[in-house]
């Protein structure tokens, strides 16, 4: 069992910059795949980008080159730097420990969400 809490959302201006976290506690953080999702108003839950344990990444096609996941196993905690932010990228992001089957992936815990709010 893993425990995840997000933190880093806020206000910002289009084409600016947030750094989200996810600190993990709990064992297996250092053997599971993470991913950032997130989910606007009115809109299904979507994978934003997801890193295993070797640091091997995957993208969101709208967001490919303007975010970075990454992870630090030793001090528990995936990142998420996001910049070039527009106002479709408003959402509360939520982080999660994932399972690959058949190239899906398939949540498993999830953190409470921070809110990403970027305006026009």
């Known amino acids: 069992q893993v425990q995840l809490v997000e933190s880093g959302g806020g206000l910002v201006q289009a084409g600016g910059s947030l750094r989200l976290s996810c600190r993990a506690s709990?064992?297996?953080?250092?053997?599971?795949?993470m991913a950032w999702y997130r989910q606007a108003p009115g809109k299904q839950r979507e994978v934003v980008a997801s890193?295993?344990?070797?640091?091997?990444?995957n993208y969101a096609d709208s967001v490919k080159g303007r975010f970075t996941i990454s992870r630090d196993n030793v001090e528990n905690t995936v990142y998420l730097q996001m910049t070039s932010l527009k106002p479709e990228d408003t959402a509360v992001h939520y982080c999660?420990?994932?399972?690959?089957?058949?190239?899906?992936?398939?949540?498993?815990?999830w953190g409470q969400g921070t809110q990403v709010t970027v305006s026009s």
């Open positions: 709990g064992r297996g953080f250092s053997i599971n795949t």
């Open positions: 999660s420990s994932v399972v690959t089957i058949a190239s899906s992936l398939i949540p498993k815990t």
């Open positions: 890193i295993t344990s070797g640091g091997r990444t």
